[in-house]
């Protein structure tokens, strides 16, 4: 038995996912699956557990001083992990990677700007840009043999001039894909040719199928790295999303300056949590337990996707990473009424709503199996007799 197939009740621990699952998408507490927030429903590692049980000890919570150590792990991670050696004066800590990216929205760009988006991608870069009074511009992902590719002619041609960044998801969520080296250079030279600041929100690189290599956008191009904003954290690998924690990495120089003003504008710090959290995960110990997180996620990927593509009119994009199914349902012929209520209705399983990760979202649901495994094959089950009919 892995450690990973323990089911930990999560119901009244204020979890987003599960206690809200009812409120918004009325999918009964009782015996609903949560399948939405992308978080999983594991414990962290134990270095991170001895992390914070080393400050529970120690009983005082005073501000955090010297953050040499953190840095150094982030270094370690990246070169260790990613063959990425990085600077640790271009290292920032946000409260997250989606404040992070709205610190670069509110940096890089002013209000009525343009901020380029491949749709259907993560819903919250929709939200902060257009909270920020700045204009979302959606450049449709192109299917191809199931699987996400991008258009650089269609989108050279949608561009006005009033567009002053791009946002690249990678690897790519809700898809899963994991970007070539030379999808990665035509991104880079998109934006170059339209002189946009270009943001790799890479917060999914430690969670790659086998068989597939994640490449950071800042081993792609070195002519890159004069516009390029690199975005990791522990959060997702770790599961310590509510620690809050991010890695802004910035290369250029000239880059960091007008960032680090926003932020002392701002007056932001990290918490100390996250820090200690961070500082413990990115580790040896923390690397091993990773290794054994990807195997298990990779099967939950397949006992899912076999049962979600076994019902007719269902297709579960192949994903090469992340631990968020992308299932299309728009074989069925059913409105997006009809295959949603299923799913909430009979299923009895909360999904993320496809049409909030922008164009080309509007038939697909995604779900998220980082859950103990018998948790997978029930929610296969549940949907093949929410199906049933079309068997």
């Known amino acids: 038995m892995s450690r990973f197939d323990e089911e930990i009740d999560r119901f009244g621990t204020h979890s987003v996912k599960w206690d809200m699952m009812e409120k918004i998408y009325g999918v009964p507490a009782k015996d609903g699956l949560s399948m939405w927030v992308a978080d999983m429903d594991f414990r962290p590692p134990a270095c991170v557990q001895d992390a914070l049980q080393g400050m529970l000890d120690h009983g005082v919570y005073g501000y955090y001083g010297d953050n040499s150590a953190y840095l150094d792990a982030i270094c370690w991670w990246m070169e260790n992990r990613h063959g990425w050696t990085v600077d640790p004066k271009s290292i920032f800590s946000t409260h997250g990677l989606v404040n992070g990216t709205a610190l670069c929205v509110d940096t890089y760009t002013a209000p009525g700007e343009g901020v380029v988006l ?105 002519n890159v790295l004069e516009r390029l904003v690199m975005m990791t954290a522990t959060s997702k690998t770790f599961n310590i999303a509510g620690s809050h924690i991010g890695n802004v990495i910035i290369p250029n120089e000239s880059l960091r300056a007008p960032f680090a003003a926003k932020m002392a504008a701002m007056g932001m710090s990290a918490n100390s949590f996250g820090l200690f959290m961070a500082t413990a995960a990115y580790s040896p110990a923390g690397a091993e337990w990773v290794d054994e997180l990807v195997g298990y996620l990779d099967g939950n990927r397949k006992i899912f996707d076999a049962a979600v593509n076994s019902i007719p009119g269902l297709a579960s994009m192949d994903m090469q990473s992340t631990y968020l199914a992308w299932v299309d349902f728009e074989g069925t012929g059913m409105t997006r009424e009809e295959f949603t209520g299923r799913v909430q209705k009979d299923a009895r399983i909360a999904a993320n709503l496809g049409p909030t990760f922008g164009a080309g979202g509007e038939s697909f649901l995604r779900f998220n199996y980082a859950t103990p495994r018998r948790r997978v094959i029930e929610a296969g089950e549940r949907l093949q007799k929410a199906f049933g009919d079309l068997q």
């Not at 919250?124 to 511009?137: K, P, Q, T, Y």
């Not at 999808?183 to 969670?207: C, M, Q, T, Y």
């Open 118 to 222: 491949f749709t259907p991608v993560y819903h919250a870069f929709a939200r902060v840009i257009h909270a920020a009074g700045r204009e979302v511009v959606e450049c449709p992902l192109v299917q191809n043999g199931g699987r996400y590719e991008m258009d650089f002619d269609a989108y050279d041609a949608q561009m006005t001039g009033n567009e002053r960044m791009v946002i690249l998801c990678s690897p790519h969520n809700p898809g899963g894909r994991v970007w070539t080296r030379a999808e990665l250079k035509g991104v880079a030279e998109f934006a170059r040719r339209h002189d946009l600041i270009l943001v790799s929100d890479e917060i999914h690189h430690d969670l790659v199928m086998p068989g597939h290599e994640h490449i950071p956008m800042a081993l792609v191009d070195d």
